[in-house]
């Protein structure tokens, strides 16, 4: 047990792989990362793919070619799909061994370091691909698990004194998502319209959100169809995550703020959702746990938690006009959640809801306790008390018709980096 720990430690925090593939130190696809995408190849041709550095992998191709079909669980090539729902389904002994397969792969001095036929026809150049929707997502939820944030608008829009209702610290609180308008990066999005009432108003008024936001997160992707009735414990929850993306879950303020009594959220926030195209896995991410903020007080049995839940994820968002530079407006960190994944998993299954192949749980605005690591509009301005002043001279108070946000998000240590690379999303004016 000793010696199997000390190797695993090894692993994990001190021994620098290198790949034959050259890639700057910065890269958020190192040798240690090895996401998993769905792309298309030269605009012909769809497939699974990988990447390092700035080269995307075929893993159709790949395949084909001999090099990852002898992983035990993998018998056909489902690599040649438009989603990774197939591949997914396999479960963590078999998306973990072909993750290892395909890092030894790339490894400096590899057989296929010297197979130029194959690295011909699998590798492509960034300009040659097109990521797609990784996943068919059968069901979204969003928790809302960062403490700051729900702190921030519980002072907003209720009580400063009170601002955390009092379920907040006994239960990780969501709600049901949409699904159908999750989609990937680089998607554009149209400006939602709606029913919003003005302060000064008696009955409300139809139009254009006039405070459009967004909302950094991050989602995981659950892995397995449990039956109705079956629930996920804590300790079991993380062999049911295939890993993680970045997610913009855009909303509409002043749609929220008049619609959302007694039952939440409807039509502010599911007009669009923006995921990152490369699914980082959790083991992946294994070196970069961190501690788990003290939760106070005491959770119930069914949500305790043994060991480093928590991910040290540096989140960034960028805000874009049109044809302008990119404004640095949020620095965050996955680590600040309250509530981690295992516990989302668990509390969501404990009534014995079922969770299914490709479901995105998404954490919930994650903003720190310092005014530069809000995770959105509403907090960075305070309800667009505060705008923020923009380098063009321009300010915001909300996101405004033709602005990109983008977001970006990786984890660093001992000279390992793993990324997320980014999710980006303009806003167009409304249809
Ligand atoms: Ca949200």
Redesign the pocket.
Known sequence: MGFLFKIRKFQHNTFLMKSFVDYPQNSDFSIHNIPFGVAVFNKEYIACATRIGDIVVDLATLFDYGYIDDVEGLQENIFEAYTLNEFIELGKPVTKAVRLKIQEVLLEGSKLANDEKTIEECFYNLDEVKMLMPLHIPNYT???SSIEHATNVGKMFRDPENALLPNWKHLPVGYH?RASSIVVSGTDIHRPKGQTKPADATSPVFGPTKQLDF?L?MGFVANQNTEMGESISVSEAEDSIFGMVLFN?W?ARDIQAWEYVPLG?FLA?NFG?SISPWIVTLEALEPFRSVSPRQEPEVLDYLKFEGDKNFDIKLEVYLQPENGAENLICRSNYKYMYWNMSQQLAHHTVNGCNVEVGDVY????ISGTTEDSFGSMLELTWRGQNPLQLSDGSERKFIEDNDTIIMRGWAEKDGIRVGFGEVEGKILPAR
């Open positions: 969003d928790f809302y998502g909302e997160e879950d909303s959220p926030k959702s998404a954490s919930g605005t």
